[in-house]
């Protein structure tokens, strides 16, 4: 009959930061983190939080100490890299501390969490970036002919994270339809080849979303293409194989599809962007459009519609001269006037016509 482990020790009222972490946060929150998070966190405690603050009793970590730290860390470059931290990736590093704090307020170590209130600094790194649809466009007829043409067609098309999109098989495209479903995520962070499929990175990202069909006629382009390359090795593509894959049959790895995606946007001359910019277009269109925040945020698989909106709402430049330009109708009649010729809605019918049959590549 197996036993269960026996609890830990409590740790020493005195115990430092480094071996709080190492010996108590570390060990009990990994198994429950996607591979993700258990990679940044573990490279968060071991070449910046424990250089920087390991040396502290967590007794005695306090919101005046982290504050400073938090000004002091968003100027100082990293030593492994020699950059300085970006907004982001402060307030992950942030996150993490916090986290282990809670985890001490539980073993009794310390009354608060220190984290609490702080007020990173302005964000001072470069800002998103959006192309509009003229500039995909451009970019799209600019790599037509490449092997990632069809990659970066489903990127700009659905918003999906770089992972989700390397981990979906022939499976998940329902052609009949016009879905696909996102059940996991390719991570790797090596270009030689290893490689593991883990879940997406929240419950909600595990969703199924209507594509256009034109994006959904380049899919089955791209499959007969690789049906080409598979038959040569005497090999059939069967509903398990990776959607996205290398001459060899491979599936393609993300810092190899994140090098690709920056020399060819060098190569077109559009303004630079970051390849997970793409789903900040993707998701910043479909708000400017008019598409309604719930259906933006249960596309882009987030928590909440709130989230959404806070992070992409400042991204729609010249909505507020509209939304003048529709306060004004008061004064004017046209509200009533659009309103009876609408019936009330600005958007088209929900039908938008009859399914077109595909020829798809056996």
């Known amino acids: 009959m197996s036993v269960a482990p026996a609890p830990p020790d409590p740790p020493d009222p005195r115990i430092n930061l480094a071996d709080y972490l190492h010996h108590h946060y570390l060990p009990r929150k990994t ?14 405690v071991d070449s910046v939080l424990i250089p920087d603050l390991g040396h502290r009793p967590v007794a005695d970590l306090s919101l005046a100490e982290l504050e400073r730290w938090v000004g002091w860390r968003a100027i100082t470059p990293f030593a492994t890299s020699g950059n300085t931290p970006k907004r982001a990736t402060l307030d992950a590093l942030l996150n993490t501390l916090g986290a282990a704090l809670r985890l001490a307020m539980l073993d009794g170590l ?8 702080i007020r990173l600094p302005r964000d001072i790194s470069d800002p998103v970036c959006v192309w509009t649809g003229e ?16 990659l970066w067609r489903v990127l700009f098309a659905t918003g999906l994270r770089r992972g989700e999109a390397l981990g979906l098989t022939w499976a998940d495209l329902d052609v009949t339809r016009g879905t696909v479903t996102v059940r996991r995520s390719l991570q790797s962070h090596s270009r030689s080849g290893a490689y593991h499929y883990g879940p997406p990175k929240t ?22 293409k690789q049906n080409a390359e598979f038959d040569k090795r005497g090999e059939s593509v069967t509903s398990t194989d990776s959607i996205f894959t290398t001459a060899s ?57 709130y989230q959404t909106l806070t992070t ?8 507020d001269e509209r939304t003048a330009a529709r306060a004004g109708t008061m004064f004017s009649g046209d ?28």
Not at 110 to 117: L, Q, Y
Not at 258 to 267: L, V
């Open 31 to 44: 198994p429950g983190w996607a591979e993700g998070t258990r990679a940044f966190r573990s490279w968060a």
């Open 335 to 362: 509200a009533d006037a659009h309103d009876a010729q609408t019936g009330g809605h600005d958007g088209p019918d929900e039908d938008g016509g009859g399914a077109r049959i595909i020829d798809w590549p056996a």
């Open 312 to 319: 992409y709402a400042h991204l729609i430049p010249g909505d």
């Open 203 to 224: 419950p909600r990202s595990r969703r199924t979303m209507s594509i256009d069909r034109g994006t959904i006629e380049q899919l089955g382009r791209w499959r007969a």
């Open 110 to 117: 310390v009354p608060v969490n220190a984290t609490k209130g």
């Open 135 to 150: 500039q995909v466009r451009i970019f799209l007829d600019a790599t037509a002919h490449t092997r990632y043409a069809t």
């Open 249 to 305: 049959g491979d599936p393609m790895l993300p810092c190899v599809v994140s090098d690709a995606w920056r020399a060819a946007m060098k190569r077109t001359g559009l303004p630079r962007m970051r390849l997970h910019d793409i789903r900040h277009t993707h998701l910043s269109h479909l708000l400017r459009e008019g598409e309604p925040i719930a259906h933006v945020s249960a596309r882009a698989g987030h928590g909440t519609p």
